[in-house]
T-cell receptor, first 117, second 114 residues
């Protein structure tokens, strides 16, 4: 089965500073990788995905992620953090299920990002 | 545009009572549908997925069941709730393709079993 790991439970960053939320993956075959954000008592919102192509993927709200095959990593980044970026961030990988067209996303345990004013 | 609706937003139920959570998707057809559970505000666990009407697959054995009576309707049920069923339940949909489509989540249902 495919898996992702988020090594940090919490990341603190000062407003205006760059932020990085780390994710590493373990897959057989080509990885399909995703980042999501979750605000309190809300569902997950899709930020960006890597399927193939450029290693730097741009997404919503100024976020981007860098795919690194040699390090099996897919870190989420933003050049300048906002207080409103404070939330729970999830990395995910596509995992095929039985049956044509069947797949799920397997999620990491999440990283809580706190942006300090 | 596509939207996903999930209700109720919060629910408090006694142990042993039945459960029915509903999810509907608008603006798309033949979606894959999913039920996930999120425990303690963190990790998500896939409970059920469906690739078509009446086609339900379960990923973990449990006290819950799911049904898909219409193409864009997905229902999570239980005949008798357990304390361990408490959690945040999330419905999601995706385009039925080769897995490059992201999952799109509803706003979730916070279930507390007392």
């Amino acid at each position: 089965a495919q898996s992702v790991a988020q090594p940090e439970d919490q990341v603190n960053v000062a407003e205006g500073n760059p932020l990085t939320v780390k994710c590493t993956y373990s897959v057989s075959g080509n990885p399909y990788l995703f980042w999501y954000v979750q605000y309190p008592n809300r569902g997950l919102q899709f930020l960006l995905k890597y399927i193939t192509g450029d290693n730097l993927v741009k997404g919503s709200y100024g976020f981007e992620a860098e795919f690194n095959k040699s390090q099996t990593s897919f870190h989420l980044k933003k050049p300048s953090a906002l207080v409103s970026d404070s939330a729970l961030y999830f990395c995910a990988v596509r995992d095929l299920l039985s049956g044509a067209g069947s797949y799920q996303l397997t999620f990491g345990k999440g990283t809580k990002l706190s942006v300090i004013p | 545009s596509q939207t996903i609706h999930q209700w109720p937003a919060t629910l408090v139920q006694p142990v042993g009572s039945p459960l029915s959570l509903e999810c509907t998707v608008e603006g798309t057809s033949n979606p894959n549908l999913y039920w996930y559970r999120q425990a303690a505000g963190r990790g998500l666990q896939l409970l059920f997925y469906s690739v078509g009407i009446g086609q339900i697959s379960s990923e973990v054995p449990q006290n819950l069941s799911a049904s898909r009576p219409q193409d864009r309707q997905f229902i999570l049920s239980s005949k008798k709730l357990l304390l361990s069923d408490s959690g945040f339940y999330l419905c999601a949909w995706s385009v039925r393709r080769n897995g490059d489509s992201p999952l799109h989540f509803g706003n979730g249902t916070r279930l507390t079993v007392t």
